[in-house]
């Protein structure tokens, strides 16, 4: 069955990812809601904190191509447990992105682990909305 192009994206920037310190490597794939797709993995550092991850990449991307509105997110990582994004990442997407946001995480095969959204994953966020005056 083919699979959905957002996955293979993810897969691919997996793939592609420096993690020689975790050796968790992550992909993702983001779509805007004018259709473009953009890819990140994560990226390490011997300077352990100044590792970034692959949502952030993704992110970097968009910004860079004038996109701005972020429809939906594939996160492909390792293991049987879903590569939830982290705290951090989850507030990241949220400045591009609103509640309704998809979020599709897979395993390292791109079958579906778990299937939510920006509103589970960051309720009651704090968005550019809140400093509008
Ligand atoms: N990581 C991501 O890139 N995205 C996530 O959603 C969770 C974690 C990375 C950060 C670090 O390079 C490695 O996974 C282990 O935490």
Do not use: W
Request: proline residues 7%.
């Amino acid at each position: 069955m083919p699979q959905d192009p957002l996955i293979d994206a993810a897969l691919a920037a997996r793939s592609m990812a420096y993690a020689p310190y975790s050796r968790f490597t992550v992909g993702t794939a983001l779509r805007t809601t004018d259709g473009a797709t953009y890819a990140g993995c994560n990226v390490e550092n011997a300077a352990y904190p100044e590792g970034t991850c692959a949502e952030a990449g993704a992110i970097a991307a968009m910004v860079l191509a004038g996109g701005r509105r972020i429809a939906e997110l594939v996160v492909a990582g390792g293991g049987s447990a879903p590569c939830a994004p982290c705290g951090g990442c989850r507030q990241k997407l949220r400045e591009f992105a609103g509640p309704e946001m998809v979020i599709h995480i897979v395993d390292a095969a791109g079958q579906t682990l778990l299937r939510t959204s920006l509103a589970e994953l960051l309720p009651h966020s704090f968005g550019p909305d809140n400093l509008a005056r």
